[in-house]
């Protein structure tokens, strides 16, 4: 089995080392040395959303995690797309025009989400969106709920910085640009919000 | 959203809906702003709601500034039932 040092390395480098890896030798299993904490939680949910078993072990400095199997690929389903659908919400507002009307659309948006029948499978907060997803927000509960549904909640890291709300976070988790960009790729459907 | 015993009130304009929370949220009130659950309201308006506790409080702010709702109704195993006058 291979053996990957991912310790010490800065997001995103370590998702993007083990995508290589296993890439490079499909089908064999991976071992990836990682600090605990974020590393570790990106490249766990990374190969757990590809369809490989990942197993944990403690060891000095970190985490192991063994990677095996083989990447679940996509089915067709005539009449649906391929692959999740994915919500990019990049504004704290809905649309263009006077700022009050978009926020109140916004989180009229968001409530409506929960009487739908068909869910997104990830929302992702880029730009002021994230503001939805921290302390202060009327949609927190809401997004709390559709969490409990299995939406999948992400936000940016960079823009949680800019507005200083990155201890603020209330619902979903914290990602980074590549998780995003890879995310839209890979998505079945985009919707951009 | 709406958790059993919870009021709705329904507005079917969208300036007196931001008015009426403008003027809430300036006195604090606990409130939420939220679609109008699908079977109460056929058009698309808006809703207040808010919890059995706070309803004397909120109505009557209401009241006074003229920001009447069209229609009020409280969750009631799981239906909107048209509430009845304040007691």
Do not use: W
Request: one cysteine or more; charged letters at 25%; a negative charge.
């Amino acid at each position: 089995m291979k053996t990957i040092d991912c310790r010490n390395m800065a997001c995103p480098l370590p998702v993007v080392t083990v995508k290589r890896a296993l890439a490079e030798a499909p089908g064999e299993a991976l071992q990836v040395l990682l600090d605990g904490g974020a590393p570790r939680e990106n490249v766990t949910r990374f190969a757990v959303n590809r369809g490989f078993a990942v197993t944990e072990t403690l060891v000095e400095g970190g985490v192991a995690l063994e990677i095996t199997g083989e990447a679940t690929p996509a089915k067709a389903v005539i009449g649906r797309p391929v692959g999740p659908t994915v919500m990019l919400i990049a504004s704290d507002r809905l649309g263009d025009g006077p700022e009050e009307l978009g926020r109140l659309l916004m989180k009229n948006f968001v409530i409506t989400l929960l009487e739908l029948e068909r869910l997104p499978d990830r929302i992702l907060f880029v730009n002021s969106g994230v503001l939805l997803a921290t302390d202060g927000s009327e949609v927190v509960e809401a997004l709390e709920k559709l969490g409990d549904l299995g939406v999948e909640i992400f936000s940016c890291g960079i823009c949680l910085d800019y507005f200083h709300r990155r201890n603020k976070l209330r619902v979903g988790e914290i990602t980074n640009m590549f998780s995003i960009a890879e995310s839209l790729l890979a998505a079945g459907l985009v919707v951009r919000v | 959203m709406v958790n059993e015993g919870d009021f709705v009130a329904i507005f079917n304009s969208i300036h007196r809906v931001m008015k009426a929370e403008a003027l809430l949220k300036g006195r604090s009130v606990p409130m939420l702003l939220i679609p109008a659950p699908r079977n109460i309201s056929a058009d698309c308006g808006l809703a207040i709601r808010y919890a059995a506790t706070d309803r004397e409080t909120l109505e009557s702010l209401l009241a006074e500034a003229g920001l009447i709702p069209e229609s009020i109704y409280v969750k009631l195993d799981g239906k909107y039932v048209k509430a009845g006058a304040r007691g």
